[in-house]
Nanobody, 120 residues
Framework: QVQLVESGDGLVQAGGSLRLSCAASGSMFRVNAMGWYRQAPGKQRELVAAITSGGSTNYADFVKGRFTISRDNAKNTVWLQMNSLKLEDTAVYYC??????????????WGQGTQVTVSS
């Protein structure tokens, strides 16, 4: 079984910064793509940013230039540096990982979610 443990939730003023982290642990052969999604009240979960094991990144238009995703493959950890936060960034942020298991199975795992609240 694989677990994704997130940290870094908090309350921050608009214009401020916050850094989220997510570490994958458990029985696995390799972690492929990792990413961050978010879900605001009454809205669907949406992709924020993703990064492959090779370091290629993909960002949602609404965070380009403000958020940066990075990872450490040796630690199976992904970070999301969030700068210039806006009120509309308030949401529960979820870590996501595509994991290749020791038996050759590919599976998507999700973190428990971490609350980010941006105040005016």
């Amino acid at each position: 079984q694989v677990q994704l443990v997130e940290s870094g939730d908090g309350l921050v003023q608009a214009g401020g910064s916050l850094r989220l982290s997510c570490a994958a642990s458990g029985s696995m052969f390799r972690v492929n793509a990792m990413g961050w999604y978010r879900q605001a009240p009454g809205k669907q979960r949406e992709l924020v940013a993703a990064i492959t094991s090779g370091g290629s990144t993909n960002y949602a238009d609404f965070v380009k230039g403000r958020f940066t995703i990075s990872r450490d493959n040796a630690k199976n950890t992904v970070w999301l540096q969030m700068n210039s936060l806006k009120l509309e960034d308030t949401a529960v942020y979820y870590c996501n990982a595509q994991v290749l298991g020791t038996m050759g199975n590919l599976r998507i795992y999700w973190g428990q979610g971490t609350q980010v609240t941006v105040s005016s």
